[in-house]
């Protein structure tokens, strides 16, 4: 099991999930909206070799919320600051999503800090073209990972909404505890998400703007391609056989987040990647 913590820092305070068995030092960043929850059956199924730190990402879960700072170079500063706090130079680093375009921006930024990287269906790994600003307010009406952000006039308006997306299609126990984890009472009765507006647009920006492989890489990289994720043609795979010289690709049953609603598979396949990648010390 988990325990709560949280690196408070002047202007931030970081708060995660740590399962602290193991040795082996293991971060997880989740998506967009999500939480650290998401990794909650991950966590415990590699509990025992591992050291692992699931943060929310600022602007997420129980992290501090600032107005404005969501940009990748931000995300990644606070990353960089925990592992300082625990006391790790370097660390095997998985993401989802947003979460894995950030850690690929950061394995090309500071490779020396990735024992091994996972990229778990990334977000737009490359660029935006400049138009697709103008259909932001439309993608923020449609995809799955922002149409609960709310407000709800209630607990079960929103649990009912929640139940007929990809992510808790299934409504497992595990699905149910990462939506509960994700949403809260507002001050004004109602209820919504706890990841913020301001959180949204900026780093919308950001992932429009910030391109995520842009130089050639040698670190241990699992590419996990979901069986109705968001990767599945050629030319959306060209940029990751392109840039990552030790790729491996791993199909997993299940939709974009197949950690949620495929989890015994999913956890299995990263365990079989970690373990060809662990230390000899």
């Given at each position: 099991m988990s325990t709560r913590q949280s690196l408070i820092q002047p202007e931030l305070e970081l708060s995660y999930l740590e399962?602290?068995?193991?040795?082996?030092p293991l971060i997880l960043l989740h998506g967009l909206a999500d939480s650290a929850w998401v990794w909650a059956s991950l966590g415990d199924?590699?509990?025992g070799s591992y050291h692992i730190i699931a943060p929310d990402l600022r602007g997420h879960g129980e992290s501090s919320k600032p107005e404005t700072g969501y940009s990748s170079t931000e995300i990644i500063a606070d990353l960089e600051a925990l592992m300082d706090s625990l006391g790790w130079s370097n660390a095997h680093i998985l993401g989802h999503s947003w979460g894995a375009k950030v850690a690929a921006i950061w394995a090309t930024n500071h490779p020396e800090r990735f024992r091994s990287l996972i990229l778990v269906d990334p977000f737009f790994i490359?660029?935006?073209p400049a138009w697709l600003k103008i259909t932001f307010p439309l993608l923020y009406r449609v995809l799955p990972f922002l149409q609960g952000m709310g407000p709800f006039a209630n607990y079960e308006a929103a649990e009912n909404l929640a139940k007929n997306l990809k992510q808790y299609r299934g409504w497992s126990p595990l699905q149910q505890k990462a939506f509960q984890e994700s949403?809260?009472?507002?001050?004004?009765g109602t209820w919504g998400s706890k990841f913020t507006v301001s959180a949204r647009d900026e780093i919308f920006e950001d992932v429009m703007k910030v391109?995520?492989?842009t130089q050639q890489l040698t670190i241990p990289t699992l590419l996990i391609k979901?069986?109705?994720g968001l990767n599945r043609t050629a030319w959306q795979l060209k940029p990751y056989r392109t840039y990552l010289q030790n790729l491996e690709i791993r199909e997993v049953p299940g939709n974009h987040w197949a950690f949620l609603v495929e989890p015994e598979i999913f956890n299995q396949t990263i365990a079989n990647f970690l373990t060809k990648h662990k230390s000899n010390s």
């Open positions: 399962w602290h068995h193991g040795k082996e199924y590699l509990a490359g660029k935006l949403i809260e009472q507002k001050t004004d391109d995520g492989l979901p069986e109705t």
